[in-house]
């Protein structure tokens, strides 16, 4: 089997009053709106012969696939490559930027940013991500359906088109429920990328004017 395409679609909005960097903290659900939005993307896939269903193994990600599920009738895999990276901002409600210089406390941890020496290292979010998009590809006879989070989907973009990884996080181009679809292409040489980005759509744009996005780092 090989699939057609691949969507990376983030979750939804987060019920965070607290403005909290959830990370990988248990407990961080969507919102009533997150919920919308997540119904809303699935439901804009309607005819497409997405036929697998993978989702991070965190709350806000599997409650964003569930819409996907009942939609298109699919069973969610969990796959722990599309997990967000760790990261010591995690618990905290700094605003991630130049702001931090502020805060003594966290300069050992924003020494070096093009690794990042807060979290886990950009090129191994990278890899996993592509590794678990091969796996979702060979699995897969149809479209398949990751639902993950921005850091992650932000490297398999960047990867993807040949750009360096280290990045501004505040310049993403991965709002809530975003769909990054990925076609697969033959390697010119080894090593090269594997895909292609052939679309970017944000569905529920319409709900975004009332979403807060915050917790990525």
């Not at 490297?155 to 076609?183: E, N, Y």
Request: aromatic content about 8%; charged content about 20%.
């Amino acid at each position: 089997m090989a699939a057609s395409l691949i969507h990376l679609v983030r979750h939804g909005e987060v019920h965070n009053p607290e403005g909290v960097l959830y990370g990988r903290i248990p407990g961080f659900h969507l919102s009533e709106l997150g919920v919308a939005m997540a119904t809303s993307t699935a439901e804009h896939l309607v005819g497409r012969p997405v036929t697998a269903l993978f989702s991070s193994p965190l709350q806000r990600a599997q409650e964003s696939a569930a819409p996907w599920a009942d939609t298109f009738g699919l069973d969610i895999t969990t796959e722990d490559r599309l997990i967000e990276p760790h990261n010591k901002f995690e618990g905290g409600a700094l605003e991630f930027g130049p702001s931090l210089l502020l805060h003594p406390r966290t300069w050992p941890w924003i020494y070096n940013p093009y690794r990042p020496s807060w979290g886990e290292p950009f090129v191994e979010v990278a890899a996993r991500m592509i590794a678990a998009m091969d796996a979702a590809w060979n699995a897969t006879d149809g479209e398949a359906v990751m639902v993950s989070h921005q850091m992650p989907i932000v490297m398999a973009q960047r990867a993807v088109a040949g750009k360096r990884l280290w990045h501004d996080p505040r310049k993403r181009r991965c709002s809530l429920s975003s769909v990054t679809t990925f076609a697969r292409i033959e390697a010119a040489v080894p090593g090269a990328p594997r895909y292609r980005e052939v679309d970017y759509q944000e569905p529920a744009a319409a709900l975004l004017l009332r979403a807060v996005d915050t917790g990525a780092v």
